[in-house]
């Protein structure tokens, strides 16, 4: 049987509106359509595929696995996930470490665990949640009615209650609301599907001492800023000179999308403390830390974690933030670039307002993968392989997509 973009259409509930190819094939920082055509990915499977497509090493570990053991779940415990779990609390100096299938279900967990806590520690009326505008923390109920985009939770019935929104880096706000009835407050490092809006350090620092004050749990979302997105394994440890060198560290860290190079995985880092407040049977999953996932996920903590391949990181970032200025030198498209390491945006002008899509279309007529966060923001988040090579063919592309977007 063969299939087409329109297929699409006739088999697949509607959520999304994907692109007119049908991808076929990876190898590296490219991806192949169906037609043949070769396409330069600066997406990642959005901000997922950290060591690119059809990586050797992922590849082997993957067969390797799965000929041994793809999955038992939970009742059972297997080498692979207590290797991983082992590393991963290791590497990041948590005690201990919860592992679910997605970001959304990370954070879920992540909610789920502050209130049990609150609730144990204070009573039910402690379990107000503190989130932030434009914030995105995933799309089951719970995740979606937390993070800062309207859009995306109404029409599902009565909300989730005890949440508050505030506006992000916003001190004052945030002193204003919390209180003795909040058990969390939650936020990402830079807030990726908002457009790329990083944490004000003197906010964080602030946020870090009210939670402290009142007893609620800060959480860091870092699934779009983990596994060496940003230049260090996890965002927070650029954290580590704030508040007078104590650093600012969260009480729980939600994780996934990188974290097994494009396995599905989620997972939560937290103390003992927390963490004993899930006892036998509070939370679980069937799939959570399946030995596939976890054999690619030492893989990528191994590779990933290693300092020459976050410095390598940083430098990519670096020089691509370089090359959208100079392309916007000539050009004037965009009102703003930021983003840290691989994480990087790109504000369309004012002249350009909410045509971040329109670009993003004609990036892929020329053979060039990209991401929007928001109408107004132009998204990259290549592989963390990416080299200098892909990175010039990468430019010279959005450079002829820019050319067309000015022309017409
Ligand atoms: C910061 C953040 N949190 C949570 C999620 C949800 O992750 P998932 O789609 O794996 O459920 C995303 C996805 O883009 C994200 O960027």
Known sequence: MTVTRQTFDQVMIPCYVPQDM?????????????????????SAGIAVNCLGHNHPAVVKTISEQAQ?????????????TLTFAQELT?????????????????NEAALKLARRVACDNYGEDKNEIISFAHSFHGRTLFSVSVGGQP??????????????????????????????????????????????LPVDPEFLVRVRQLCDQYHALLIFDEVQTGVGRTGTFYAFEQFKD??????????????AKGLAAGIPIGAILTTNEIAQHFKPGTHGSTFGGNPLACAVGSLVLHTVGSPEFLAHVSAMGDLIR?????????????????????????????????????????????????????????????????GET?????????????????AQ
Do not use: W
């Not at 037609?35 to 330069?40: N, S």
């Not at 989730?160 to 916003?170: A, Q, R």
């Not at 650093?247 to 939600?254: A, E, M, N």
């Open 151 to 196: 859009k995306y939770s109404s029409g599902f019935g009565p909300a989730i209650g005890g949440i508050t929104h505030l506006e992000f880096n916003n001190i004052k706000a945030l002193e204003e609301t919390i209180s003795d009835k909040t058990c969390a407050v939650i936020l990402e490092p830079i807030q990726g599907e908002g457009g790329i």
């Open 242 to 255: 704030l508040n007078g060198g104590k650093g600012v560290r969260p009480d729980i860290l939600s994780s």
């Open 390 to 406: 892909e990175v010039n063919e990468a430019m010279t592309l959005l450079e002829q997509a820019i050319q067309e977007l000015i």
């Open 22 to 42: 049908v991808l076929e094939r990876g190898e590296g920082c490219y991806l192949y359509d169906t037609e043949g055509k070769r396409y330069v990915d600066l």
């Open 322 to 386: 370089s090359k959208l200025s100079a392309l916007n030198d000539k050009y004037h498209c965009f009102q703003e670039i930021r983003g840290k390491g691989l994480l990087i945006g790109a504000q369309m002008s004012p002249e350009y307002q909410d045509q971040a899509g329109k670009l993003q279309k004609l990036c892929s007529k020329h053979g060039l993968l990209v991401l929007v966060a928001s109408a107004n923001v132009l998204r990259l988040t290549p592989p963390l392989i990416i």
């Open 68 to 80: 041994r053991l793809i999955h038992v779940s939970n009742i059972f415990v297997n080498d692979k």
């Open 90 to 106: 290791q590497l990041t100096g948590f005690d201990k470490v919860f592992f679910n299938n997605s970001g959304a279900e990370a």
